[in-house]
């Protein structure tokens, strides 16, 4: 058992670091939470994809660097300390791993490499108002017309989808069962993608108004994708986990530093046992957070059965990241709701990362079938 | 025991009036307002105007005495003026007073006769809006750590320093602020109280940007501001409770800062919230899933113990009856109640909670406020850690002296 990083990791780690220090420091980002016009994408996208992260969860014959998850989930883990906002995760991490387990070779050789070259972000349009993430919540439906396929329907809540340049549908087809997959054009005539204001990041509303999907755009088997986009969701959320835990410790590392140095009644707080009883709940939960997302990865990239580690990192993550910042603003209290101290970033993050591919409550009734508990 | 507000018929005529008042002095528009964060001028002004109304009959402050402008009104007729503005979704003072609702006490505990009158009056009766000011930079949790100073000068004390997370949108006539007059002087007595005309040359208001920044607020979100004080010259006739007697003085802010009164108001939003699952909202409801209906009645008990709290608090301090940690104890409770019950919010809404959109979000917004609210409330009036410092010594624990409640009459 060596539960380290290797040598690669150490430096992906590095230079993430410096990259969220330097490109992506707290007063960089909370302007971005300020200022609505600022665009995330002109901020970072370029620099992300020449650092090569767009490519890394992506096989080398598809124009990625073949990277392992672990290797992934570090950086994911350092952007998570900004936390830096964007569609790097639903692009080239979530999108992509869908498209390798569901996708034709055409379709990969076609679609893989733009990705991995930060031409094409993509974005998983699969919430709709009746929000869910198991198959059934699918309603929307798509009408087949000869060859192609007509799109109408609403998804809620879609993350990431203000910056795609691409949108991976999911839905059923009329008159079929099960779930397909269909990739459309973001400017396609007919979506309209609105992007929704509130205590929340980057989450939109995407309307499809008899849009013209061609038959080549169909992403796997009509009616069976399911298996495929499972397994690819599957695959990233530990990444996504990842990036939890990074807002954990961040979250972590300023409570301590503050704790040292705020003084009330002639001592440093942090010499109160009330004051680290929060402490002690905050890196109870990181950890937590921390150690079953890495089992998850390890599991995954040693092709494991790894779906209850999974059900286990997701459920424990979104809990752990929501109470660590909830435990930040108990050592803080004034100071940590004054937006340009940069602790709500992570609160409102942990809010909005909550039910993304899944809230506690999903994974657990997953985890109940892993446990062989109901059928 | 009772627990119904059951009217006698003295009562019944007495909430019939105040009904018939109410029909006439409220006008459209500020009943119900979900968003107190983006209370607009308007809205402001018409709470004032409302105020106004009411303090000219003695209702603003009715439990305080007729000869400062309430009404020596009872307990139970008190519970029948709030609830009769409470079914129209208004408070007692209707709009944010922190000032009046904890200096008012103060001065009548430790005021001078003339004090009462002067300093009373014009609060009870709606004339003046007053903030409190006590938080520094330097002294959150340690109020008594506070730099700002008030030296004396003649007829007068000069006031320079700073104080922060201090009120609300739309401004004050007043502040009540607790500072230090003697700077070389032990600490605990080294502080006093004095009212402040806020139009005095050399103060300074700037609005802070906190998560739940914006608009007219209350005592947890909403608007809050920083106050700079350079060279403030105050009347000494408005410092209260005498020189350097200002931690006694505090003791009574504190007791009804931390609760000690109670409230008889609902958090209303869980109710609306309650509602809002039960019905139809784009072709499904929230409480068809059996996992969220256990989850609302989760919260649903966790809103009921808290506001058995304030029940409970307000019978203590309406009957003049002995308390030691109660105050405490509903403040901890709501504070860790109300993030409680915005987390269970978000689980059982999912996304939803957390949009203003206006297609979108439930309650108009109220339920995303209330994900900000949670968490900005855990400060105010001390944090949690506080509460349990001061319930743990009104308990006598480890055999210690009991600290008494602080003085409310």
Redesign the interface.
């Known amino acids: 058992m060596d539960l380290s990083l290797n040598e690669t990791q150490k430096l992906i780690q590095d230079a993430t670091k410096d990259f969220v220090r330097g490109a992506c420091s707290r007063e960089i980002l909370v302007k971005l939470d300020r200022n609505k016009n600022v665009d995330v994408m002109a901020t970072y996208w370029k620099q992300m994809s020449e650092m090569g992260w767009t490519g890394m969860a992506i096989p080398e014959q598809y124009g990625g660097s073949g990277n392992s998850l672990l290797d992934v989930a570090v950086l994911f883990e350092e952007l998570g300390t900004g936390p830096v906002p964007g569609p790097l995760f639903s692009s080239a991490v979530l999108c992509a791993r869908i498209l390798l387990e569901t996708g034709s070779e055409a379709q990969k050789k076609a679609l893989l490499p733009d990705i991995a070259s930060g031409k094409r972000v993509f974005a998983l349009a699969f919430t709709e108002v009746q929000y869910g993430w198991s198959e059934d919540s699918i309603r929307m439906k798509a009408k087949k017309e000869g060859a192609d396929y007509v799109l109408s329907g609403t998804k809620l809540f879609v993350d990431d989808a203000e910056y795609a340049s691409d949108l991976l549908v999911v839905a059923g087809i009329e008159g079929g069962a099960g779930v397909s997959l269909f990739r459309v054009d973001a400017k396609a005539k007919g979506v309209s993608i609105r992007k929704l204001e509130g205590f929340m990041t980057a989450k939109s509303e995407v309307i499809f108004d008899n849009v013209k999907v061609s038959g080549s755009d169909l992403v796997g088997a009509a009616g069976g994708a399911w298996a495929g986009l499972d397994k690819g969701m599957l695959a990233a959320i530990p990444v996504l986990c990842a990036y939890k835990v990074g807002g954990c410790k961040k979250v972590f590392d300023i409570s301590i530093a503050y704790a040292g140095e705020r003084k009330q009644f002639g001592q440093v707080i942090g010499r109160f046992s009330r004051v680290q009883d929060h402490l002690i709940n905050l890196v109870n939960h990181l950890d937590a957070a921390r150690w079953t997302t890495y089992e998850a990865l390890w599991k995954l990239d040693s092709g494991q059965d790894a779906a209850s580690s999974v059900h286990i990192a997701k459920a424990v993550s979104s809990e752990s990241y929501l109470n660590a910042c909830d435990y930040g603003h108990e050592v803080h209290a004034g100071i940590g709701v004054v937006r340009e101290y940069g602790l709500t970033l992570y609160t409102k993050m942990s809010r909005s990362l909550y039910h993304s591919l899944g809230a506690p409550k999903y994974h657990r009734k997953r985890l109940e079938k892993e446990l062989k508990l109901v059928a | 025991m009772d627990f119904a507000i059951e009217d006698s018929p003295e009562q019944t005529e007495f909430r019939k009036e105040v009904r018939a008042f109410l029909e006439t002095a409220v006008p459209p528009g500020i009943t119900h307002t979900v968003d107190a964060a983006n209370q607009p001028r308007e809205q402001y002004e018409l709470r004032r105007d409302l105020g106004r109304k009411l303090g000219a009959k003695g209702w603003l402050y009715p439990h305080m005495p007729k000869e400062y402008g309430g009404s020596d009104m009872s307990s139970d007729e008190v519970m029948i003026l709030n609830d009769e503005l409470t079914r129209i979704g208004l408070a007692l003072p209707p709009y944010y007073d922190s000032g009046g609702r904890m200096g008012g006490p103060s001065i009548l505990v430790w005021g001078t006769e003339e004090q009462k009158k002067r300093l009373l009056t014009p609060i009870f009766r709606g004339e003046v809006r007053t903030w409190q000011l006590l938080?520094e930079p330097?002294?959150?949790?340690?109020l008594a750590?506070i730099k700002t100073t008030a030296i004396r000068d003649g007829d007068h004390y000069v006031v320079n320093g700073q104080k922060?997370?201090v009120g609300s949108a739309h401004g004050a006539e007043r502040s009540w602020m607790i500072v230090v007059t003697d700077p070389k002087g032990e600490r605990h007595k080294n502080l006093s109280w004095i009212m402040v005309d806020m139009s005095l040359p050399g103060i300074t208001v700037t609005p802070?940007?906190?998560?739940?920044?914006g608009g007219e607020g209350g005592a947890g979100g909403g608007c809050k501001n920083t106050v700079f004080f350079d060279n403030v010259r105050i009347p000494a006739e408005n410092l209260v409770g005498g020189e350097n007697n200002g931690w006694k003085v505090a003791t009574t802010h504190l007791e009804v800062e931390h609760g000690g009164t109670g409230r008889l108001q609902d958090r209303r939003v869980i109710g609306e919230f309650i509602d809002y699952c039960r019905e139809k909202h784009?072709?499904?409801a929230i409480a068809d899933d059996p996992?969220a209906r256990e989850q609302i009645a989760e919260m649903f008990i966790e809103g009921e113990v808290m506001r058995l709290f304030a029940v409970r608090n307000h019978w203590l301090s309406h009957t003049n009856q002995p308390r030691s940690y109660e105050g405490a104890q509903y403040s901890l409770r709501r504070k860790l109640g109300s993030?409680d019950i915005s987390?269970r919010m978000?689980?059982i809404a999912?996304?939803?909670a957390?949009?203003?959109?206006e297609?979108?979000?439930p309650l108009q917004?109220a339920i995303?406020y209330f994900?900000?609210d949670g968490?900005?409330s855990?400060?105010?009036g001390a944090?949690?850690?506080i509460q349990?410092?001061i319930m743990a010594r009104r308990m006598g624990t480890g055999g210690r002296e009991r600290e008494q409640a602080g003085k409310l009459r």
């Open positions: 938080s330097g002294a959150g949790s340690d750590g922060m997370w802070m940007e906190t998560l739940a920044t784009n072709g499904f996992d993030l987390e978000l689980r999912g996304p939803y957390l949009t203003t959109d297609r979108w979000a917004g995303e994900q900000r968490i900005t855990l400060h105010p944090t949690t850690d349990k410092v």
